[in-house]
């Protein structure tokens, strides 16, 4: 049976992105004309930018995906790049070669849920080897809500989840379709989610 949920978030991005391109592509139109740069103007494609960047990663996290696909590494690397651009967040990608899309939607969703943590920003750590996958960060003032950890760390989803958690509902599932298995632990300021 297909993955319904997956291929829900595959259309929405689909259908999103290419309205995002025409905007980026009418702003470039209009720089070509002669048309000053304003402060207008840097705001809107400042936002076309930031918006494509997140439309990216939303689709290889919640995107549908097969056994056999593969996201090429420069992919994740520009998109990771391009997210972070202006935030507080950043990633680092310890991942060699070509991933499987389904590790790499797995490893996204925890990279989300470990954002949920860190509301001062930070680093977030993301690295592959051999067979595992390691999703970790580090900060003095990190924030792990038990009500979202505590059911994570037994591989369920939450009792109650907000549409800004949906992730936290959607690894348990989405490690068991890439046959994963989590698994979470943490201290007074790290925490680290492997599978």
Known sequence: MPNINALIGSRICHDLINPLGAISNG???LEMAGVSQSPELSLVSDS???????LKMLRLAFGAASPDQIVSRQEVLNTLEAVARGGRLSYTWNVAGDPSRLDVRTALLAVMCIETALPLGGDIVISSSGNGWVIQAQHDRLNLDPDLWVPLS??????SLSPSQVHFGL?????KEASRTLSLSHGVDWVKVAF
């Open 27 to 29: 702003l470039e139109l």
């Open 171 to 175: 690894l348990p599932e989405m490690a």
């Open 154 to 159: 037994k591989n369920t989803v939450p009792a």
């Open 48 to 54: 076309v930018v930031n918006a494509t960047a997140k």
